[in-house]
């Protein structure tokens, strides 16, 4: 499973030894393959060692239950970026960058405890007006029957203005932060932009002395709503451009957090509408569906694959002793097809009973702080799009999918609103 997938996955998934399959192996992500690998590791070994994996020796926890155990124990599981931190992949110590989703308490709490306030809901409430008033400018100057790039023109547009907005970045540099994430999400590759780690770090550096700048500006100005101010100001945070590291860390965490995961989930709710007509045609008959499509569109993307823990101490999880030490990656995208906990898992289903029973967020002390913000930013783009009289936001090509075992990209998606 080391090369790109050759065989039809389908037959692969279920021939090959159990303990050759690699779900780390982001071709899966990339071509869209993932699905049968973890359908056969649910049912046949849902807490799955695999030895030779291409970032290392690691556990899959692949069902609902077990992953909500792991995610709600950070005593026996630790997100520490010195323990190895949240993704599979292992970076040398001096490449690793901190940031409280990669720490442990009590660090942890005091660091999110600083910037949970730009979420609050009074907050959101303010922000609701210039997310539609904006939402509706680019929808209005979308064009009718012509191919275009909705993530280009909608997806990254939509939650890059949102990111210039939570940091009260310069504006009309926006698109600074939208490289930025990508850089600071792909997994290295040959022949890409971010062939090694050590030109990853060359680029980031760019980004630390843009925000480094920021934040001093912000520093010597009275405390202001926005991200860098608050850590700017924030007790446990303001002595953080001390430590570069940490300081690209958690501005890393803020700008991809809040850009690459609602910018795919919006990508997501084109496919699956034209994946299932029937659930658009349902949307379009009841916009008061909005409400439960939005959740439901969040788990059947599901825009973080996976994160990873180390065990702290020797611990059991769904029947197998999981040793001190050892990593065990959380595949949020195989929990949320789980059909022991989700009915029709496989399904698009924009009337579930519980549409917020998914694991896209997370659980436990790092569950998503920006998850309500989110649904925000997804509720107003699709209240906007059923205003107009579109029939369908067409697709009109193959989706391109990124080279990554962490984010469930989609860089490209040519649609055609038919005129
Ligand atoms: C659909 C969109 C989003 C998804 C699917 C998503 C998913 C996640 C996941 C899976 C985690 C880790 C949970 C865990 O380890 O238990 C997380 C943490 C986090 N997310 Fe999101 N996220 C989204 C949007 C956002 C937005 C808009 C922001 C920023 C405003 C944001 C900021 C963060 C931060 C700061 C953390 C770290 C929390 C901690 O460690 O305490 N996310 N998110």
Redo the contacts with the bound molecule.
């Keep these: 499973m080391n090369a790109p997938v050759q065989l039809d996955p389908r037959e692969d998934a279920w021939a090959i030894p159990l303990d050759r399959i690699d779900v780390s192996n982001p071709h899966l992500y990339q071509d869209d393959t993932w699905r049968p690998y973890f359908a056969r590791l649910r049912r046949q070994d849902p807490v799955h060692w695999c030895e030779q994996g291409i970032y290392g020796a690691y556990w899959s926890v692949t069902r609902y239950r077990d992953i909500m155990a792991v ?1 709600t124990n950070q005593k026996a599981f630790s ?1 520490d970026a010195l323990m190895g931190g ?1 993704v599979l992949r292992d970076l040398p110590m001096d490449m690793r960058r901190p940031s ?2 990669s720490m442990d308490p009590p660090k ?1 709490d005091e660091q ?1 405890k600083t ?1 949970s306030p ?2 609050a809901p009074g907050n959101l409430q303010r922000m609701s007006a210039t997310i539609r008033e904006r939402t509706n400018r680019v929808l209005d100057n979308l064009p009718r029957g012509e191919t275009f790039d909705w993530v280009d023109r909608v997806s990254v547009e939509l939650t890059t203005q949102m990111l210039a907005t ?1 940091f009260d970045f310069p504006f009309e540099e926006r698109r600074k932060l939208t490289y930025w994430s990508n850089v600071a999400s792909a997994n290295t590759r040959a022949g890409t932009e971010v062939d090694s780690e050590a030109k990853r770090n060359e680029i980031l550096d760019q980004a630390l002395d843009y925000f480094r700048q920021l934040w001093e500006e912000r520093a010597k100005q009275p405390p202001r709503p926005d991200l860098i101010s608050m850590l700017a100001h924030g007790e446990a945070t303001r002595d953080l451009p001390s430590r570069p590291h940490e300081f690209m860390g958690n501005i890393l ?2 700008v991809v ?2 850009n690459d ?2 910018r795919n ?1 919006m990508s997501g709710s084109v496919l699956a509408m034209n994946a299932y007509p029937d659930q658009y045609r349902k949307l379009r008959g009841n916009p008061a569906l909005v409400a439960s499509m939005v959740p439901e569109v ?1 788990r059947w993307q ?3 694959i996976h ?1 990873r823990r180390t065990a702290m101490e020797d611990t059991e999880v769904g029947g197998k002793t999981i040793r001190k030490g050892d990593k065990v990656a959380m595949w ?1 995208i195989s929990g949320n097809r789980d059909e022991d906990a989700i009915e029709n898992a496989e399904e698009f289903i924009i009337d579930r009973q519980r549409p917020r029973q998914h694991l ?12 309500r ?2 649904e925000m ?1 997804l509720t107003i783009l699709w209240e906007e799009i059923l205003k107009r009289d579109w029939p369908m936001i067409e697709v009109v090509g193959p989706p391109v999918r990124v080279y990554s075992n962490i984010l469930r990209s989609i860089s490209a998606l040519p649609v055609r609103i038919p005129g």
């Excluded at 896209?360 to 998850?371: A, D, L, Q, T, W």
């Design positions: 995610d997100s949240i409280f989703i942890h999110r910037v730009i979420v939570l965490l803020l957090g809040g995961t609602t989930s969040i599901t825009p973080v994160m949020y896209s967020f997370g659980f436990g002390i790092h569950r998503c702080v920006g998850n913000l989110a930013q």
